[in-house]
């Protein structure tokens, strides 16, 4: 009588993720840090460029260099919350979002040299900074 042989599971390869993935997970955990940052303590949050406000899950986190750049795309300086009037249907107003940066001491003309930086990514980088503001979110929701 012959005797069938274990059947062994197959090993499965981990296909990787796909860089576009990393970027999509980054930008949702880079765009809900940037809004509750600059959110009180009921987390209410002021636009940038029109001071409306309302809860940080309603407003937008608005680039100044807009995100198409990836070199200042995940920029804490580039970057501020924004409602969707100002973001998308003004363009998200970079005169007055200018005038505002200058007010902080942000310095324009070196963030404006970074976006024509040569940038290039890996999974690795991606996973760092998912990494870094997934802790921060983290420790805010603790």
Same mark, same amino acid.
């Given at each position: 009588m012959a005797t069938k042989a274990s +059947? $062994?599971?197959?090993?499965? +390869?981990i296909k990787a993720k796909p860089l576009s993935w =990393? %970027?999509? +997970?980054?930008?949702? @955990?880079f765009s809900q840090y940037i809004r509750r940052k600059y959110a009180d303590k009921e987390? $209410?949050? %002021?636009? =940038? #460029?029109?001071? /409306? +406000?309302k809860l940080w899950k309603e407003l937008q986190n608005g680039h100044w260099i807009p995100? *198409? *750049?990836? &070199? #200042?795309? /995940?920029?804490?300086? *580039?970057c501020r919350? !924004?409602?969707? &009037?100002?973001? @998308? =249907? !003004?363009?998200?107003?970079p005169d007055v979002f200018a005038v *505002? @940066?200058?007010k902080e001491g942000?310095?324009?003309?070196a963030l404006m040299k970074s976006k024509y930086?040569?940038? %290039?990514?890996d999974r690795k980088w991606y996973e760092n900074l998912i990494e870094k503001y997934q802790k921060i979110l983290d420790e805010r929701n603790s």
């Open positions: +059947k $062994q599971p197959l090993e499965r +390869k =990393y %970027k999509k +997970k980054l930008d949702a @955990l987390g $209410q949050v %002021k636009c =940038y #460029t029109c001071s /409306f +406000k995100r *198409n *750049n990836l &070199a #200042t795309r /995940f920029s804490e300086e *580039n919350p !924004q409602c969707v &009037a100002c973001n @998308l =249907y !003004q363009r998200g107003r *505002n @940066l200058i942000v310095d324009l003309e930086c040569i940038f %290039k990514v």
